[in-house]
C-alpha cells in the first residue's frame, strides 16, 4: 500500500536549491514554502460566494529563487523535465502556456508593483494535479518570493490576489480562490472559515488527533480527464439561476425559496447542492467551535459528497468507490475534496480505523479496477514563509 510520505521542510528547501544550482549555477537568495489544502467542507461554492473550512497541508511547495538584474525569467521543476526561458514583457494570456503559466503568471500579476528578473527552482511534496492544490502552493511561495527580494512589502491580500490573477488569467485555470488563501493565511494546529462573499477569514482550532480521529486523505490516482468545460458550465448554471431568482448571489437564500423560484431540474439541482452545502459547512464550523471532530462532522461530510455526486455532479467512479468503501469500514464520513472528477476524497476516521479503512479503499479500487490509490493523513499544518 502506498503512503506517501511527509518531507521535512530542511529537505524540501534543499531540494529546491539543489535543482537551482544544477539548472543555473551558483546560489539562489532564498528559499520560500507554501502549503498545499484540503477543503474539509464547502466545495464547489467558494466561486458562489459562499464559506468553506479548508486547511493546509504538511506538504509543500518549495521555491529557490534568485534576482536578476534584467528583465529574463527562467523556470524549472522537478517534476517537469523542461526549463522555461522567457522575458517579463511577453507573458500573457496563453503565454507562456503549461506548468510555467503558474509561476510567470505571478510575476506579471505583480509587474505594475515593480517586479523584475529571477531564475526560480521549484521542488514539492504535494502531489500534482490531485486536488490537493498544488497549483496554489507554487504560486504562493514565488509571490511572497518576489514580495521579498523586490521589497515590495505588499499585504498579504494583494499577494493572494496576484496568485489567483495568474491562475485564471495567465494559466486559463479557473480558480474561486479557496487554495491561494488558506496557503498565505493557514494557522497550525487551526482550520480556516472563509467566507468567499466578503473575504473575511476565522481561524479555528483543530485538534484530530486529540479528538481521537485522523483525516485521511485519498489520492485516487484517477486519469486525468478535461473537465474545464465542466467547471465553466457550472458556474454559468449558477449565473443562470441568480438571473431567474432576481438575486447576485445565492448566500443566506434558503432552500424553499431558492428551490421554488426555479423551474429547470438541473438548475434547481445545483442550486440546490450550493445552497445546502452553505448549510453544512455553518454546521460544521459550529462543532469544530465546539471541539467536535467526530461522527457528527463525519455525516455532514457524507451528506456533502452525496449533494456533489447526486445535485452538483461533479464525483467520480473512483471518488464514489473511495467514499463508499471508508464509510463501509467505520469512517465517520467521507467525501471528495477538491475541483472534482477524480482527484482526492477525504474520510474522518477514527483513529484505531485507519490501516482498515484504507485497506477497504484499496480492495474496493482494485473491485472495480480502478487505479491503487495513494494515502497520506494530516494534521492542520502553516502557511507560506521564507525558509532562508
Ligand atoms: P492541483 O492544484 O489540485 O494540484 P491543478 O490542475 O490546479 O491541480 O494544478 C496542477 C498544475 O500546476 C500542474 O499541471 C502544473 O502545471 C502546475 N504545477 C503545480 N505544482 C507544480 C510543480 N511542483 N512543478 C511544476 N508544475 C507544477
Ligand atoms: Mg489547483
Not at 64 to 79: C, G, I, K, L
Not at 155 to 163: G, M, N, P
Not at 216 to 237: F, K, M, S
Not at 302 to 310: E, F, I, M, P, Y
Request: net charge negative; proline share 4%.
Amino acid at each position: 500500500m502506498n503512503w506517501l510520505d511527509v518531507i521535512a521542510e530542511e529537505d524540501l528547501a534543499d531540494g529546491a536549491a539543489a535543482l537551482f544550482r544544477n539548472a543555473f549555477g551558483g546560489d539562489p537568495d532564498g528559499v520560500w514554502i507554501a502549503p498545499g489544502r484540503v477543503n474539509l467542507i464547502g466545495e464547489h461554492i467558494d466561486y458562489a460566494g459562499g464559506l468553506v473550512l479548508p486547511f493546509a497541508l504538511p506538504y509543500a511547495t518549495a521555491v529557490a529563487v534568485r534576482r536578476r538584474e534584467d528583465t529574463t525569467m527562467r523556470a524549472v521543476s522537478t517534476d517537469t523535465n523542461q526549463t522555461w526561458t522567457g522575458q517579463l514583457g511577453e507573458i500573457g494570456p496563453g503565454n507562456p502556456s503549461g506548468w510555467a503559466a503558474y509561476v510567470a503568471g505571478v510575476s506579471w500579476a505583480l509587474q505594475e508593483h515593480g517586479v523584475g528578473g529571477v531564475d526560480v527552482a521549484v521542488h514539492s511534496s504535494v502531489p500534482v494535479g490531485s486536488g490537493l492544490s498544488s497549483s496554489a502552493a507554487l504560486e504562493c511561495s514565488f509571490a511572497l518570493a518576489l514580495d521579498d527580494l523586490f521589497d515590495l512589502r505588499l499585504d498579504r491580500k494583494l499577494l493572494i490576489e496576484a496568485s489567483i490573477r495568474a491562475e485564471n488569467e495567465i494559466a486559463g485555470a479557473s480558480t474561486g480562490g479557496m487554495d491561494q488563501n488558506i496557503a498565505m493565511s493557514a494557522e497550525t494546529g487551526h482550520a480556516l472559515l472563509l467566507d468567499c462573499l466578503d473575504g473575511s477569514t476565522r481561524q479555528i482550532p483543530l485538534d484530530l488527533a486529540g479528538s481521537g480521529s485522523r483525516l485521511l486523505v485519498i489520492d485516487t490516482n484517477a486519469p486525468h480527464r478535461l473537465v474545464d468545460g465542466q467547471y465553466g458550465a457550472r458556474r454559468e448554471a449558477l449565473d443562470i439561476a441568480c438571473a431567474e431568482l432576481g438575486v447576485t448571489t445565492l448566500r443566506g437564500l434558503d432552500l424553499d425559496t431558492a428551490v421554488s423560484g426555479l423551474v429547470d431540474d438541473t438548475l434547481i439541482r445545483r442550486v440546490r447542492h450550493v445552497v445546502s452545502e452553505i448549510g453544512r459547512v455553518e454546521q460544521a464550523a459550529e462543532l469544530l467551535d465546539r471541539g467536535a471532530a467526530g461522527a457528527a462532522l463525519g455525516e455532514l461530510m457524507t451528506a456533502s459528497h452525496v449533494s456533489l455526486r447526486d445535485d452538483y455532479e461533479v464525483s467520480s467512479p473512483e471518488l464514489d468507490s473511495a467514499v463508499d468503501a471508508a464509510r463501509r469500514a467505520g469512517a465517520y464520513g467521507a467525501r471528495m475534496t477538491g475541483g472534482g472528477f477524480g482527484g482526492s476524497a477525504i474520510a474522518l476516521v477514527p483513529s484505531n480505523l485507519v490501516q482498515a479503512v484504507a485497506d477497504e479503499i484499496v480492495s474496493s479500487a482494485a473491485r472495480y479496477e480502478l487505479p491503487p490509490p495513494t494515502f497520506l493523513t494530516a494534521e492542520p499544518a502553516g502557511s507560506a514563509h521564507r525558509f532562508f
